[in-house]
């Protein structure tokens, strides 16, 4: 199996990319975000749960997010490989999902995280607060996303970068940061 990790800040271009890369590799989708905000429609326990942490820009815990992509491993056959897409997002969860592959003999092939300037950042989830209708897409829950993201994620940077499975890609527009993905990803997928 295929499996790519994306990670990047909020805002920097994940859920983009990730449709451009299931377009050309066929991989399976997982955003934890999409799910978490389609059980929160549905009103569902989980969703529930989730909307208490997502609304105040915080992570759901490890727990809740480990749990459902086991879920998601395990009722998934013959998928060519995998997008995680807002997966892991600490150090725990990457750790998880290592284990959760190595059980079913397979790992990570490469992870990209999308690099953009902060400024850049909060101006785009700000743009896209004003359509998405997301309650997350406001200035202070903004601010507490991309202070989670240095503090809970940033440091899954160094632990892909010691298995050798870390490409910073800049993350300015659209085109320019698919074409860098596919160089990247083309001699590995
Ligand atoms: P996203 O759509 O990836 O930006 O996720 C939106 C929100 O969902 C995040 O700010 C978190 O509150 C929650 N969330 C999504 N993925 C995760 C994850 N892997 N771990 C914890 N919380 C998550």
Redesign the pocket.
Known sequence: MLNVVIFGA?GSG??TQSELIIGKYGLRHV????I??KEIEKRSELGLL?DE??SK??????E??IGMLGDILDEDRNVKGYIF??????LA?GEALDKMLREKNTSIVAVLNLSVEEDELIQRLLKRGEISG?S?DNPETIQS?LD?YHNQTEPLKTYYKRQGKLFIIKGDNIDDVFERITDTLNPIL
């Open positions: 909020p994940k859920g955003s934890t975000g999409e978490l905000r989730a942490y997502i820009g915080q992570l759901v815990p490890d809740v997010i897409d807002g997966f892991p997002r600490t969860q997301r997350d996303r989670v």
